[in-house]
């Protein structure tokens, strides 16, 4: 579907005869039509270096994916539905006419409580954070455990896809954020040279997990009982990792928000449960991947920003590339360092 045909599903759409007069929530991979009761998520058509959503069966196939790998964690996630065009109608699910794409159904949460959203607000207290890292350490401790020999030229590349968007901030943001990508890489190299037998004894050691990839605050609502959501499916490489690397970002996230206390009593709780981190290695290491993470972040709103042809929305989105290639250069002087 293209951007018209989402404004047209939206306005006009229906899903079991009724119209769904929903609200758009777009990220740049996906749309999300929010209605009362449910969450609709439809796949953009495109191709990065990292994912494939270029046709109908691939979106259908990520689709199912996404459903299959996301109901290990909440059961928010109801089924995979057609969307159909007849004429100058659109409909979800039951419907006549050709199937043009897919939606994952989702059940509807409250906006509220989306854990980025209470973060703003200064809404979460250390409880909360406890209950969280009790749940996300459960769940690592009983998902697959991934013996998949490291690939040091695949962490490098990973790392260093951040290339392919530095001409754009080179232009739009300066030499000196370029350089910063430029040091980030090299210390990376580098870094990943000479820790590259000891991340293979934590793959032996079962430290890698089919996790979640993608462990951030909006992807969590925080009820009672917390919903994570919204795993990578897309690419398995991203979500087959080494435990640190996943709650990395969770806590490089909270660092984000200038909330480092969140942070502490996260990991403090978390390997309580999950002793993953005994070493001044492991905790460079942990480092590393926050380094890794900013980085990511960096990426993903250069790529928002390209997308874009909103002077105002562009300019938040550049607001948070230098937020996050600050971060990247803060990580990467501690996981650098010889102390």
Known sequence: MDKYQIKKLIQYGTYKGELLNGKLVETHISWVILTKKFAFKIKKKMQYSFLNFSSLDKRKY?????????????????????????????????????????AVRMK????????????????????????????????????DIIYTPFNKTQAKNEFNDILSVADWIKTNLGNSYADLIEKAIMNSDTF???NEQFIAKRIKAGFWRDGHGDLHSKNIFLYQDPVIFDCIEFNDTFRQIDVLNEVAF?????????????????????????PCMKSQNEEKLFTYYKCYRTNVRAKVNTLRAMQSIDKIEINKYCIEIKKYLNMMDYYNGEFHSPN
């Open 108 to 143: 509807r949460l409250q906006t509220a409580k989306q854990m980025d959203n209470l973060l703003r607000k200064k809404r979460i207290n250390k409880t909360q954070i406890k209950v969280l890292a009790k749940k996300i350490a459960a769940f690592h401790q009983r998902t």
């Open 62 to 102: 990520y689709c199912e994916r996404e459903l299959l790998l996301n109901r290990r964690f909440s059961d928010i996630y109801l089924d995979v539905l057609p969307i159909k065009s007849e004429g100058n109608n659109l409909s979800i699910g039951v419907g006549k006419g050709v199937t043009i794409d897919y």
């Open 192 to 194: 990943l040279d000479q």
């Open 250 to 274: 969770f806590c490089m996230d909270l660092e984000a928000f200038q909330r480092g206390d969140l942070s502490k009593q996260f990991m403090q709780t978390y390997l309580e449960l999950f």
